[in-house]
């Protein structure tokens, strides 16, 4: 039986890795990857911000001097529009000045280089944990349990696996709960390139449902849906 740790929460997760170094970009992108479900790697900051804002990413790895933009100015915008969203600085800079900009900056993490991967991870570990607001586990009701680390279901003692579409878009709707979620917010969310039409995301609604009952993912006539808990 297979031991589950905090990193396997990043198994349905996006990263966006920004260093201008190619070799540094790819050591670090390599690693990434075997976590991620995606991981996409841009050499300055203005690249990365044209990246945040046209596709949705659930982690954030920044290196500091970059050409065109810093990466603390890039973060900086970014705040501007997602307080939430975790941000690991990966940088030779250790400078109290650039410390405390990252501070300021809300940053899960500040790792210098050449890092230790076992930073890293104990970083990666930090960062799965604040994606679940530190919670293994939420009981969608009174005998379902949804578990972030296994990406599985618990009811009465039986256990049933989703696929990563499924808990990708169900953690998505935990995330905002109570909110309503438009297709359009839902289709950025699960794909960055060549969207299908809402009946994609139906289908995995169905699915889900057919998993933890009709009750909790509400329709909204016309716009989407709303997780009620």
Known sequence: MKNYSKLDILTDKKALCVDDDEGILKEIKETLEL???EVLGVNN???ALDEVKQNNYDVLFFDISMPNMDGLEAIKHIRKTNKKIPIIII????DQEYLWRAIDLKI?????????KKDLFEALEEVAL????YNPSIRL????IYNYYTKQLENKNQYIKLSKSESRLLEYFLKNINKVITYDLILDYMWDFDKPSKEAVK??????????GNDLI?????LGYKCEI
């Not at 940088?91 to 250790?94: G, L, Q, V």
């Not at 289908?203 to 933890?212: D, F, G, T």
């Not at 509400?218 to 016309?222: A, E, Q």
């Open 35 to 37: 976590f991620f479900l």
């Open 45 to 47: 900051g203005e690249k």
């Open 91 to 94: 940088s030779a800079h250790t």
């Open 108 to 116: 899960t993490k500040y790792l210098t280089k050449p890092f230790v």
């Open 130 to 133: 604040e994606l679940v607001d």
């Open 141 to 144: 009701k009174d005998e379902i």
């Open 203 to 212: 289908a995995i609604v169905k699915e889900l449902r057919k998993k933890i």
């Open 218 to 222: 509400k329709n909204v006539y016309g």
